[in-house]
């Protein structure tokens, strides 16, 4: 490994090569807490910088480099651990033990969003304009603890057979539970933004080549904030009304997973058609009963 | 206008305005051809640099500016007009005249390629990583040509009423040809990559909630040419399988138009599912017929 790369970017690359390897692996989970354990202590050498919430019971702030004023993605101060908390530590201990629901709802989803945003920031100041690679992060963490709690591996394409014809489809995570269960199709997003329709509409081609019913769509993402580097004002990037216009025209959705749920997608839990959009440490508790 | 403004970019902005204004007026067509005008004069300083095309049949060419070193998109040598030819210059006095089938669909598709290219390369050349401006010049060349010849003015949004819940839908552009007769649905991309399914899936929203064949989808398309800047070879990105899969499984787009059509989506013609994939100048003779 070249000496100049960064001790997070070494974390992350060893990361890629146990995920790779074997997404459910005791090593799996020991990269994800050295990637998370390195990243924590490279991000607390930035100032916090408050954030102004467009909109009202969040608090955000960014980690600031204040030499050269960069910032990076919004943090939601209630959601993130402080740097002396050791609940995601316990969390991943649990994760090797198979016993993630030692912890509450509320811990799991915390330690998640806390691993997860560490390593986030941690790439906005070590990089210019690098999507990719948080983005990468934050499947092989979401895949690693999906798989680990239904007890298979997410694989990432399916064969589309069809009398004569024959194409590969690639996906995002599939995970198949075994023989007379529906399996999972879990996509994974750091945000959604416009491109969110790719996620219903290959729920619709999964219901079509399979039958509806056959895969529960999962969409699990991180949050949908974005920060103004002029004014410092942090928004949440929604659109709730298209959302309901593709669970009813294009596929349904069982359920939508955030580490931080917007306020607007939150309200969708309350009107026609209804949608369920969660914390995504309720999944641990729910997992065995979904597909009921 | 800030002086400093290219004259390229100078003409654009004025097309901006007279689209927004009145996307099939006169001063339209006019800002177009000022446009191309400008682009074409623009982008003849510049080299012009053999690519080696990954396939056979089809030539490309970069422009290239001799002191930096930097390349514009690949252009088909056998769709681009010569600087002298006035083949393009005709068609847009036939958009005038509304009189565009007075040229063949090969010439026609031609002008369109060169009048779309010449733009196309010139923001290659003044800026770096612009494809907001391609895109959208890109928008108002298809949407005016697309109007004008149906007659009725594009429109980039619909309302979705249903029983109790109203939603705003941004579309690409809907040309309603008025009661009894099926609307077009007519998504307009430079180049469409995996991005593309949304467009089978808006064509799924809409048969969805206004009924099946309500809305024929004309998806229009400049090319899907990537360059490589190391080794100049310019090859097509396809994903034919997936688009088949789309077809049967999400919305049945009536016609896929291309400028310059790529091999592996123009075999598509000869498959099942069978899909239409045209030069664009042919939509100018069918038109009248495709609602049949």
Same mark, same amino acid.
């Given at each position: /490994?070249?000496?100049? %790369?960064?001790?997070?970017?070494?974390? +992350?690359?060893?990361?890629?090569?146990?995920?790779?390897?074997?997404? &459910?692996?005791?090593? $799996?989970?020991?990269?994800?807490?050295?990637?998370?354990?390195?990243?924590?202590? +490279?991000?607390?050498?930035?100032? %916090?910088?408050?954030?102004?919430?467009?909109?009202?019971?969040?608090?955000?702030?960014?980690?600031?480099?204040?030499?050269?004023?960069?910032?990076? =993605?919004?943090?939601?101060?209630?959601?993130?651990?402080?740097?002396?908390?050791?609940?995601?530590?316990?969390?991943?201990?649990?994760?090797?033990?198979?016993?993630?629901?030692?912890?509450?709802?509320?811990?799991?989803?915390?330690?998640?969003?806390?691993?997860?945003?560490?390593?986030?920031?941690?790439?906005? /100041?070590?990089?210019?304009?690098?999507?990719?690679?948080?983005?990468?992060?934050?499947?092989?963490? %979401?895949?690693?603890?999906?798989?680990?709690?239904?007890?298979?591996? #997410?694989?990432?394409?399916?064969?589309?057979?069809?009398?004569? /014809? =024959?194409?590969?489809?690639? $996906?995002?995570?599939?995970?198949?539970?075994?023989?007379?269960?529906?399996?999972?199709?879990? #996509?994974?997003?750091?945000?959604?933004?416009?491109?969110?329709?790719?996620?219903?509409?290959?729920?619709?081609?999964?219901?079509?080549? +399979?039958?509806?019913?056959?895969?529960?769509?999962?969409?699990?993402? &991180?949050?949908?904030?974005?920060?103004?580097?002029?004014?410092?004002?942090?928004?949440?990037?929604?659109? #709730?009304?298209?959302?309901?216009?593709?669970?009813?025209?294009?596929?349904? %959705?069982?359920?939508?997973?955030? &580490?931080?749920?917007?306020?607007?997608?939150?309200?969708?839990?309350?009107?026609?058609?209804? /949608?369920?959009?969660?914390?995504?440490?309720?999944?641990?508790?729910?997992?065995?009963?979904?597909?009921?």
């Amino acid at each position: /490994m070249p000496r100049a %790369m960064h001790i997070v970017l070494q974390k +992350y690359e060893a990361l890629k090569q146990a995920f790779k390897a074997d997404a &459910l692996s005791e090593r $799996t989970t020991d990269s994800i807490a050295e990637t998370f354990l390195e990243s924590r202590t +490279y991000i607390q050498t930035f100032g %916090m910088l408050p954030l102004t919430y467009d909109g009202t019971g969040k608090n955000y702030f960014s980690f600031q480099n204040e030499q050269t004023g960069k910032i990076s =993605r919004a943090v939601n101060r209630d959601l993130f651990l402080g740097f002396n908390d050791t609940t995601a530590e316990m969390f991943l201990e649990n994760v090797k033990r198979r016993q993630i629901t030692n912890q509450s709802a509320e811990e799991i989803t915390k330690a998640c969003y806390t691993i997860a945003i560490c390593f986030c920031c941690s790439i906005d /100041m070590l990089k210019d304009n690098d999507q990719k690679t948080p983005g990468t992060f934050f499947e092989y963490l %979401m895949g690693h603890l999906i798989g680990v709690q239904l007890g298979v591996l #997410p694989s990432k394409q399916l064969d589309v057979l069809n009398l004569d /014809m =024959r194409a590969t489809l690639p $996906t995002d995570f599939i995970l198949n539970i075994g023989e007379n269960r529906p399996k999972f199709h879990v #996509p994974v997003k750091t945000s959604t933004r416009e491109r969110v329709v790719q996620v219903w509409a290959h729920q619709r081609v999964l219901d079509g080549v +399979y039958g509806t019913g056959r895969f529960l769509g999962l969409l699990s993402c &991180l949050s949908e904030t974005k920060v103004n580097h002029q004014t410092h004002v942090v928004t949440e990037i929604c659109l #709730p009304d298209q959302w309901r216009v593709y669970q009813l025209f294009i596929a349904q %959705m069982k359920r939508v997973y955030y &580490l931080d749920i917007p306020q607007k997608y939150d309200r969708l839990n309350n009107v026609f058609p209804r /949608m369920y959009i969660k914390p995504f440490g309720e999944f641990f508790f729910e997992a065995a009963t979904l597909s009921n």
